[in-house]
C-alpha cells in the first residue's frame, strides 16, 4: 500500500511537469475558396493533457487528439499526403472520399508516404481515421479526426462549431503518462467519453454566442464504439440534416443520435440569454466527459 501510494504520487507529480492543457478550438475554419485544398500531414506519437492530472501517450495526425479540422466545399480537390514518422505502421481513410481503399488508404512504414487526391461529392460532417489494422487501436488511441464538407451554394450565416466525441481506453500511468489499453477497448467501457480530445473542457471555458445568433454544430463521432446522442438542454434543434446539406431537414429535435463513424448537422436559433449544456444524453457517457456549455449572452 505504502509503495502504490508512493507511484502514485510519483505519477501524479510526472504527469504535473508533463505537457500543458490546452482547449481544443471548436470554431470551424474557413473553407478554402480556390478549390484547392494540399493537406501534408505526419503520423507522429504525442504526450497530450486530457484533463488537469491525466496525460495520455497518444497516437496521431499532427500531434493532436482529435487532428486538424478540415474544412472544404463539395467539388474541391483534396490533395493530401500522409508521412509516417514512427515504427508502428499508419494509414489514412477519409469518410468523405469515394476512392479505391486498397490503393489510398493503404498503410506506410516509418520514413515512408502515401499521397492521393479526391473530390467529395456530398456536404455534411465526415470523419477520417487511421485504417490500419486493427483500427480498433488506432482510431481508440487517438488517430481521428473530422473533416466538413460545406454545399458549394452555402449554408444560412451562423456561428459554427465542430465537435467530435471519442472514448479513452487507459492503461495504467508510467512515468505520470497513460498508454492506451487494447484490451479495455474490446471491453467498450471507457474511462472518459470527451468532445474534442478533453473530457468537460467546454465547461470549464464554455462556448459563447450572442442572442440572435444562429450556431451550427457539426458533430462527428469518431467512436471508437459508442453512439453521440446529441442534446442541448432547454433548448431544440429547429433543423438537423440527416444527410447532405442542404437537403430536406428535420425540424423541432430534441435529441438524435450519431453513430460510431458517423457525421450529422445540427442548428438552433440562440434568441434567449443563458447557459445551456450540449451533452450525449446517453448519460452514463455524459457523465464521463462529453458534456460542454453554450452560453448564450446578451
Not at 515512408?112 to 479526391?118: A, E, K
Not at 473530390?119 to 487511421?130: D, I, L, V
Not at 471491453?187 to 445568433?213: C, L, M
Amino acid at each position: 500500500m505504502v509503495g502504490g501510494g508512493q507511484q502514485g504520487a510519483a505519477g501524479t507529480a510526472a504527469a504535473a511537469s508533463g505537457p500543458a492543457f490546452h482547449r481544443f478550438d471548436p470554431t470551424l475554419p474557413p473553407a478554402n475558396t480556390n478549390g484547392r485544398l494540399q493537406l501534408n500531414w505526419h503520423a507522429r506519437e504525442a504526450p497530450i493533457r486530457i484533463t488537469d492530472d491525466t496525460v495520455v501517450s497518444a497516437w496521431t495526425f499532427e500531434g493532436d487528439i482529435p487532428g486538424p479540422i478540415v474544412h472544404c466545399r463539395v467539388g474541391d480537390t483534396v490533395e493530401f499526403t500522409l508521412t509516417n514518422d514512427v515504427d508502428v505502421p499508419h494509414s489514412m481513410d477519409f469518410h468523405a472520399a469515394q476512392i479505391d481503399p486498397k490503393q489510398a488508404f493503404r498503410s506506410v512504414g516509418k520514413g515512408q508516404s502515401v499521397t492521393y487526391t479526391f473530390k467529395p461529392r456530398y456536404a455534411g460532417a465526415f470523419m477520417y481515421h487511421c485504417g490500419t489494422a486493427p483500427v480498433l487501436m488506432h482510431i481508440g488511441s487517438g488517430m481521428h479526426g473530422a473533416i466538413i464538407v460545406s454545399p458549394r451554394e452555402g449554408l444560412a450565416p451562423a456561428k459554427e462549431f465542430v465537435l467530435v466525441q471519442s472514448e479513452f481506453y487507459l492503461g495504467e500511468a508510467a512515468n505520470g503518462v497513460r498508454p492506451f489499453d487494447y484490451n479495455k477497448m474490446l471491453s467498450t467501457v471507457p474511462e472518459y467519453v470527451a468532445f474534442n480530445g478533453r473530457p468537460s473542457q467546454y465547461v470549464k471555458e464554455p462556448i459563447r454566442v450572442k442572442v440572435g445568433d444562429r450556431v451550427r454544430f457539426w458533430v462527428v463521432d469518431a467512436g471508437p464504439t459508442h453512439p453521440c446522442h446529441f442534446h442541448i438542454v432547454g433548448e431544440q434543434f429547429d433543423t438537423v440534416y440527416l444527410g447532405a446539406p442542404p437537403a430536406t431537414p428535420l425540424r423541432g429535435v430534441q435529441t438524435f443520435s450519431v453513430p460510431a463513424g458517423g457525421g450529422m448537422v445540427f442548428e438552433l436559433l440562440c434568441d434567449i440569454p443563458g447557459e445551456f449544456p450540449f451533452v450525449n444524453h446517453g448519460f452514463g457517457h455524459g457523465q464521463k466527459g462529453s458534456i460542454g456549455i453554450l452560453v448564450v449572452e446578451q
